[in-house]
């Protein structure tokens, strides 16, 4: 994974930024932080810190995932926007596309997850050892062989909507690790980071941060 590693050069895209945040649109393929290894140097941390040098990180997305991430440009936002993340106090939307016409409209799942020690990264279902993950999902619109779904975590686990889809068996449509066969064959994993919804710092007002879908 590391050796194919090249990612788009597309400009930053930045969707809000003031004194104390900055929310900018990932592109799926580009790292969010550093990898080991110079060769995985070029991130989204480090772009965004190239025009912002005060920024810090708060959250991470995965390599294959677009969409909102949430940067700290003050020591004070970083601490007030992490403990949210920890407490669950904000709300994350994707958007997806996966394999299968769904039947039913909403769902969630509720399934444990843990590392796949011999796969790694790779994140299994694990009854017993497995940390709680759950997933609230809704169809958009089921037709043509896919279904288009929005996905609302309530936690935050390692590859968890990815793992999570397939375990209802439609995986994430372009997905490297968990699609197989035509599931599997698309230009990008279609798992896209819509909304973020969050407490300022500034003052605790209720924010809400969108970017819009590119597939």
Same mark, same amino acid.
């Given at each position: 994974?590391?050796?194919?590693?090249?990612?788009?050069?597309?400009?930053?895209?930045?969707?809000?930024?003031?004194?104390?945040?900055?929310?900018?649109?990932?592109?799926?393929?580009?790292?969010?932080?550093?990898?080991?290894?110079?060769?995985?140097?070029?991130?989204?941390?480090?772009?965004?810190?190239?025009?912002?040098?005060?920024?810090?990180?708060?959250? =991470?997305?995965? !390599?294959?995932?677009? #969409?909102?991430?949430?940067?700290? $440009?003050? @020591?004070?936002?970083? +601490?007030?926007?992490? *403990?949210?993340?920890?407490?669950?106090?904000?709300?994350?939307?994707?958007?997806?596309?996966?394999?299968?016409?769904?039947?039913?409209?909403?769902?969630?799942?509720?399934?444990?997850?843990?590392?796949?020690?011999?796969?790694?990264?790779?994140?299994?279902?694990?009854?017993?050892?497995?940390?709680?993950?759950?997933?609230?999902? =809704?169809?958009? !619109?089921?037709?043509? #062989?896919?279904?288009?779904?929005? $996905?609302? @975590?309530?936690?935050? +686990?390692?590859?968890? *909507?990815?793992?999570?889809?397939?375990?209802?068996?439609?995986?994430?449509?372009?997905?490297?690790?968990?699609?197989?066969?035509?599931?599997?064959?698309?230009?990008?994993?279609?798992?896209?980071?819509?909304?973020?919804?969050?407490?300022?710092?500034?003052?605790?007002?209720?924010?809400?941060?969108?970017?819009?879908?590119?597939?």
């Amino acid at each position: 994974m590391s050796g194919d590693y090249n990612p788009p050069q597309d400009p930053l895209v930045i969707l809000h930024d003031d004194h104390q945040v900055l929310l900018v649109d990932k592109p799926s393929g580009l790292l969010s932080v550093p990898g080991k290894g110079e060769h995985l140097a070029d991130c989204l941390l480090a772009r965004v810190q190239a025009a912002f040098p005060m920024a810090l990180l708060v959250h =991470r997305l995965d !390599r294959d995932t677009s #969409g909102v991430m949430v940067f700290a $440009l003050t @020591p004070h936002a970083q +601490r007030h926007l992490g *403990l949210q993340f920890e407490k669950r106090q904000t709300k994350k939307t994707y958007v997806a596309r996966v394999w299968g016409e769904m039947t039913e409209k909403t769902g969630t799942v509720d399934l444990p997850l843990i590392v796949d020690w011999e796969n790694r990264p790779l994140q299994m279902v694990d009854h017993e050892n497995g940390r709680q993950a759950q997933t609230d999902w =809704r169809v958009i !619109r089921a037709k043509n #062989g896919e279904s288009r779904v929005r $996905l609302m @975590p309530r936690t935050g +686990r390692s590859h968890q *909507l990815r793992v999570h889809m397939l375990a209802l068996g439609h995986p994430i449509l372009g997905d490297p690790f968990y699609a197989q066969g035509e599931a599997r064959d698309h230009p990008r994993l279609m798992l896209h980071s819509e909304t973020l919804q969050f407490r300022h710092p500034d003052g605790g007002q209720g924010t809400r941060i969108t970017a819009k879908c590119p597939f």
